[in-house]
């Protein structure tokens, strides 16, 4: 048994607006009863966060009635990288150019993305095949081990100083920000405010977009993942 979470993220929130946000959403949390107002020692270590209130399933639905949250929410208000738990990102997305670049982690979780670079069959859903763009692989793009530790770098020195290196596309060439790549399954979101729910039955589309309507129209991304 592991620990799941899921975590909507703002992702245009700055570090100015976190805070007020997260109290503008907090607060509605509380005063519908999912979480309670005052902070407690309800996460997995030592930080405080907001436990279940009597009427969490307005966050979950009716048909998860019998699943009842076990941990609380814990509230990112600091620069943060937001991502889907073990494993790693399948691919990821040039902004320009819109290929599509396989990652392969090597490891012996099963990503997203088959053996030699190609999405399973049946996977017609995926937003490349969705936008008539080249396969995972294509234009001749390198392998992901290649990429994938500039991307890390990347991400390193995002997270220790805010600022967005620049990283060649393989296929087009052009230097795109680490902040303006996507990632072919959503694996990653960097942002600076982010709502974690720790050991919740799935949080309902309605309510993800009641939380988003509380943001001042910002863009927001939904993670789920297991420890
Ligand atoms: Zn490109």
Redesign the pocket.
């Known amino acids: 048994m592991g620990d799941f979470f899921q975590t909507v993220v703002d992702l245009d929130a700055g570090p100015q607006d976190a805070a007020r946000l997260a109290e503008r959403v907090v607060g509605w949390l509380a005063a519908e009863g999912i979480v309670l107002a005052a902070p407690t020692r309800c996460l997995l270590g030592d930080g405080l966060g907001h436990e279940p209130g009597p009427h969490w399933i307005k966050a979950t639905g009716e048909e998860n009635a019998d699943h009842q949250p076990y941990d609380g929410l814990e509230v990112h208000t600091e620069r943060t990288v937001f991502h889907d738990g073990q494993g790693g990102p399948g691919s990821v997305i040039?902004p320009?150019?819109?290929?599509t670049t396989g990652l392969d982690f090597g490891g012996p979780e099963e990503g997203p993305v088959g053996e030699d670079g190609t999405p399973p069959p049946g996977d017609g859903a995926s937003p490349a095949d969705e936008d008539g763009l080249p396969p995972v692989g294509g234009h001749g793009a390198p392998p992901g081990e290649e990429i994938w530790p500039k991307f890390g770098e990347a991400i390193t020195t995002w997270y220790e100083t805010g600022a967005a290196a620049h990283i060649d596309?393989p296929?087009?060439?052009?230097p795109?920000a680490l902040t303006d790549w996507r990632w072919g399954d959503g694996w990653f979101s960097f942002g600076y405010l982010g709502f974690e729910f720790w050991n919740w039955p799935p949080l309902s589309e309605e309510f993800r977009a009641r939380v988003a309507d509380l943001l001042d129209g910002h863009r927001t991304a939904y993670h789920w993942g297991k420890l």
């Open positions: 040039c320009r150019c819109g290929t596309c296929v087009c060439a052009a795109v």
